[in-house]
Every structure is written in C-alpha cells, then in structure tokens.
Antibody, heavy 117, light 106 residues
Framework: EVQLVESGGGVVQPGGSLRLSCAASGFSVADTYMTWVRQAPGKGLEWISV???????YYADSVRGRFVISRHDSNNALYLQMNSLRAEDTAVYFCVKNVGWELFDEWGQGTLVTVSS | EIVMTQSPATLSVSPGERVTLSCRASQSIGTDLAWYQQRPAQAPRLLIY???NRDNDFPARFSGSGSGTEFTLTISSLQSEDFAVYYCQQYNVWPPAFGQGTKVEV
C-alpha cells in the first residue's frame, strides 16, 4: 500500500525558512516523479515543484529561487526546503506521487505552513 | 501557461440528482485532463484521468468526457459521500495547472 506522510510544517516569521519532509512507503521515490502541491486556506490547488527520476527539478514562478525540492533515495523521502518565506506561502503542502508525467495518483495528508509575525 | 476554468463555482444539489461539472482549457490539451475529488479536511483523490478513465476506487456513477478545450464530469445520481470540491487539472503542457474547483453542496 502506498503511503505518503508529510511533516515539518509550523509557524514561521516572514523571511524565515522551513524544511518539509515526506516519508514514502509502498514504492520507491527514486523510481517515480514526485511533486509538491499547496493549498492556501479556503483556496484551490497550486502546483509548485517536481523532481524527476533523473534528478531534474522544476518550479512554479511563485517559488522559483526560494524553494528547493530534493529527495533521499535510501531514506525513501522527499523534501522541500523553503526559504525567504512570505505571508502568501501560507498553505497546506501536499506531497504527491506522479504516475506518468504530471498526473497525480497518490497524495499525502498535507502539512500546514503558516507564515506570520 | 494554460488556464483552466471551472463552472459553476458552487453547485447546490440534492441526493439522487444528476450533476454536471464543466472545465475549460485556454488552449487545446487533447484528453490530458484529470479530475480530483477533495472532501472537507482531506487530501485530493484522483478520480478521472485521460478525460474519461475512472480510477478503480470510484464507482461507475462518476464519468468524464470531452477533448480539446471542453470537458465534463458527470455524477449520475449524487450520493451523500459525493459532496465535495472537484478540481480539473491539465497535464498536457508544462506547467500542470488546476482549475479553481467546483464545490458540490446540499
């Protein structure tokens, strides 16, 4: 059974940093594309980053240059390093397993990041 | 970037009714269109992919159709567990993009 469990969310001041983790089980993160999607309170879904099996990484304009996606194959985990956080980054962050290219077949329960002074 | 537009924003219906949700892409995406269901306080779940292929976890009352720029999600007879927000998403052109969602409520 595929499971994705996010952690690392919390309250951080504007300009601060936070690192999200996603523990995967039931499959290998090294063998599939992995994505982060976020959802601001009461809002819709926003794709923010993907890491491909070859290690290529891509970002939405809203986070490029501030966020870094990575994975640790032996830990079977996905990460999102978030720097220079802004109020508009406040959201639930979902770790997502891709099937094929940019189709999302398994989602974690999400972790809440609140950027506030 | 492709913009996905869903309508209506909110749909007020009763159990047993037939429901039709619409999704429009700003340019042609073939059939690279997915639908997700998100119940309150839960993560989204993949419902439909390839515009019309239903995920095994969902019953046959859910169906998807369309191609190009116009897509539809139909629920033939709404059940209580179907009250949720439904998002469409295109995966034809990078970056992938979601619609703003349609909330199906009582």
């Amino acid at each position: 059974e595929v499971q994705l469990v996010e952690s690392g969310g919390g309250v951080v001041q504007p300009g601060g940093s936070l690192r999200l983790s996603c523990a995967a089980s039931g499959f290998s993160v090294a063998d599939t594309y992995m994505t982060w999607v976020r959802q601001a309170p009461g809002k819709g879904l926003e794709w923010i980053s993907v890491i491909y099996t070859a290690g290529n990484t891509y970002y939405a304009d809203s986070v490029r240059g501030r966020f870094v996606i990575s994975r640790h194959d032996s830990n079977n985990a996905l990460y999102l390093q978030m720097n220079s956080l802004r109020a508009e980054d406040t959201a639930v962050y979902f770790c997502v397993k891709n099937v094929g290219w940019e189709l999302f077949d398994e989602w974690g329960q999400g972790t809440l990041v609140t950027v506030s002074s | 970037e492709i913009v996905m537009t869903q309508s209506p924003a909110t749909l007020s219906v009763s159990p047993g009714e037939r429901v039709t949700l619409s999704c429009r892409a700003s340019q042609s995406i073939g059939t690279d269109l997915a639908w997700y269901q998100q119940r309150p306080a839960q993560a989204p779940r993949l419902l439909i992919y390839g515009a019309s292929n239903r995920d095994n976890d969902f019953p046959a009352r859910f169906s998807g159709s369309g191609s190009g720029t116009e897509f539809t999600l139909t629920i033939s007879s709404l059940q209580s567990e179907d009250f949720a927000v439904y998002y469409c998403q295109q995966y034809n052109v990078w970056p992938p993009a979601f619609g703003q969602g349609t909330k199906v409520e009582v």
